[in-house]
């Protein structure tokens, strides 16, 4: 999407496309820079580190791993960084996405994945905290994600309920 990513969004496969496109939108409305792609901790695993090796020196400083099922693919990612990974555990089973999040957010101690919500709030959030993170040395960016809060805020304030 972009040749200088802050962001490198990645997916096990493209069925979780869908649930990361929350977090899309929220990076392109904060004008963040991101890059997605579809590599799988089982399928790709090469790819996958070879990617993860080279995302930085395009300037990547956020990973967002999704994926569903067993799901290694953020763990994986952090074994093989230093820079921050944010999980989005994604429904993919008859488990309906228990088994991505415990996946995930159990990491032992030494490596760990920032694990948010399963499924689209917790993309939509993972976003919102890579703009964070970002913002900390981004005034700019702290000023957008500033205003996109109060912008939220005004939306609850217009809600009306019926008489
Ligand atoms: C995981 O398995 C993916 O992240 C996806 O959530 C799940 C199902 O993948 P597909 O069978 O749809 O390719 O690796």
Redesign the pocket.
């Known amino acids: 999407m972009s040749e200088h990513s802050l962001v490198a969004i990645v997916?096990?496969?493209k069925?979780?496309y869908e649930v990361l496109l929350p977090a899309i939108e929220i990076l392109r409305a904060l004008e963040i820079p991101c890059e997605a792609r579809v590599l799988?901790a089982h399928r790709t695993p090469d790819q996958l580190f070879e990617y993860v090796a080279t995302a930085p020196k395009r300037g990547v400083q956020v990973f967002i791993a999704a994926?569903?099922?067993a799901?290694h693919?953020a763990g994986v990612m952090a074994a093989k960084t230093l820079l921050p990974v944010l999980g989005v555990p994604?429904v993919?089973t008859p488990l309906n996405g228990l088994d991505s999040l415990l996946s995930m957010v159990q990491m032992p101690r030494g490596i760990p994945v920032a694990t948010l919500a399963i499924g689209k709030p917790g993309a939509a959030n993972a976003a919102l905290f890579a703009a964070a993170i970002l913002a900390l040395n981004d005034p700019a960016l702290h000023e957008r994600l500033a205003a996109w809060r109060a912008a939220r805020a005004q939306e609850v304030l217009a809600q009306t309920l019926p008489d």
Request: hydrophobic share 45%; charged share 10%.
């Open positions: 997916m096990g496969s069925s979780d799988s994926a569903g099922g799901a693919l994604v993919a």
